[in-house]
């Protein structure tokens, strides 16, 4: 049998080659993939790809072929419905012993691990992504079952949607009553909103652009109290530019004077900064928190912040926590929440592709045909 897949073979270029399909060890097996999501990381990964790579780390589907000490050890059968986490931890190490096996340096590619959506095809068996009709699940593979009946662009978005709750519940500790602002409004700020919509927040701030307009339409569907735009709230020709290039200034005026209103000067208990902007939001998000308040940093901003305010951390008594992923458990509260249907998530499921447009579909998350996309998914069989 060949395999169809789309392959990031240079930066912002994506060709479908065809694979032969792998024999399946007895430790392994064989994934029939069903959606795959489109993660915001995707794009700078794409951008700057290094060696043809299968993208692709938020997958769901069908097994199609398993090894009989596979079988025993993750608990499932060939035709069984999972979803599989990115990450191929080692199982032994001290982080894999808790509940934080996303650090184990065995599935850290900065430090020559390996992992689904990353690992280039020079890497045997090649079948290391999601934007393919089938991926290979290596036998340290995280499994996750999914109920039959859901679709399956909602189960691909429960990983985006773990990082909310894990960052949110589990490593801000937000608490009932609290006021909780989100800097940006993508598929990982939306998340953060449904967590603190959990977590029992009295007021949900997220802040976005004015391109934004149907990311903060979603925002208030799942539960924000107050969408503020920043840059129509600053005026966009009179926001200042800091050394970086960052329109941020006025714009964080304008956040921190909304949120300064609203709490009677006490401002935030919890910041998360979640967008995509430069460097200068993560000065913006200090300025938001409270005296002994948590700033949560999520996304990378890949140059460092201009004249942080370390001054400013200490004198207000801040926490500030920088994140990435998601623990186990985070993923099954999120399956166990779509299930629900608590919340309108399917609204964040705003477009899909078939494998021979995966390039289109990146391009489309990164806002190239316009910037109102949330969660993306490729359908390798449509």
């Known amino acids: ?46 951008r700057r790809i290094r060696e ?49 096996f996303r650090l184990c340096d065995a599935t850290d590619i900065w430090m020559g691990g390996i992992r689904y959506g990353t690992t280039p095809v020079s890497v045997a068996p090649a079948l290391w992504g999601g934007f393919s009709r089938f991926q290979y699940l290596h036998p340290r593979s995280v499994l996750h079952r999914v109920p039959d009946d859901m679709p399956a662009e909602l189960a691909a978005l429960a990983i985006p949607l773990s990082n909310g709750l894990q960052w949110v519940l589990r490593e801000a500790r937000a608490a009932y009553g609290n006021t909780v602002v989100i800097q940006g409004p993508g598929q990982q700020g939306l998340a953060c909103v449904v967590a603190a919509k959990l977590a029992g927040a009295a007021r949900i701030v997220i802040s976005g652009l004015a391109s934004d307009t149907r990311r903060l339409e979603v925002a208030r569907m799942l539960g924000a109290d107050d969408t503020i735009v920043v840059d129509a709230a600053a005026g966009t020709k009179t926001s200042a530019m800091d050394a970086n290039g960052d329109s941020t200034g006025a714009r964080s005026d304008a956040l921190a004077s909304h949120v300064r209103e609203i709490t009677g000067g006490r401002m935030a208990d919890l910041v998360i900064e979640a967008s995509s902007g430069g460097p200068g939001t993560v000065s913006g998000a200090i300025r ?5 308040g948590t700033v949560v940093l999520c996304g990378e901003k890949h140059r460092p912040v201009p004249e942080f305010d370390a001054d400013a951390v200490v004198s207000r008594v801040l926490r500030i926590i920088g994140v990435r992923g998601h623990g186990y458990e985070s993923v099954e509260n999120a399956l166990a929440l779509i299930a629900s249907g608590k919340f309108p998530l399917e609204a964040m499921c705003t477009d899909s592709f078939g494998l021979n447009d995966v390039d289109r579909a990146i391009r489309r998350l990164a806002g190239e045909s316009g910037s109102d996309a949330i969660h993306v998914t490729v359908l390798p069989w449509a």
């Open 1 to 46: 049998m060949t395999i169809p897949a789309a392959v990031a073979a240079a930066p912002g270029m994506t060709e479908v080659r065809e694979f032969t399909a792998p024999d399946v060890p007895r430790d392994g097996g064989l994934l029939r993939i069903e959606a795959a999501g489109v993660c915001g990381s995707d794009v700078p990964a794409y």
């Open 52 to 100: 043809p790579t299968i993208l692709g780390h938020e997958n769901v589907g069908r097994i199609e072929a398993l090894g009989d000490l596979a079988r025993e050890r993750w608990g499932v059968d060939a035709g069984d419905r999972v979803l599989i986490e990115e990450y191929l931890p080692c199982g032994h190490c001290a982080w894999c012993r808790s509940d934080d």
């Open 288 to 292: 938001l928190a409270r005296k002994r």
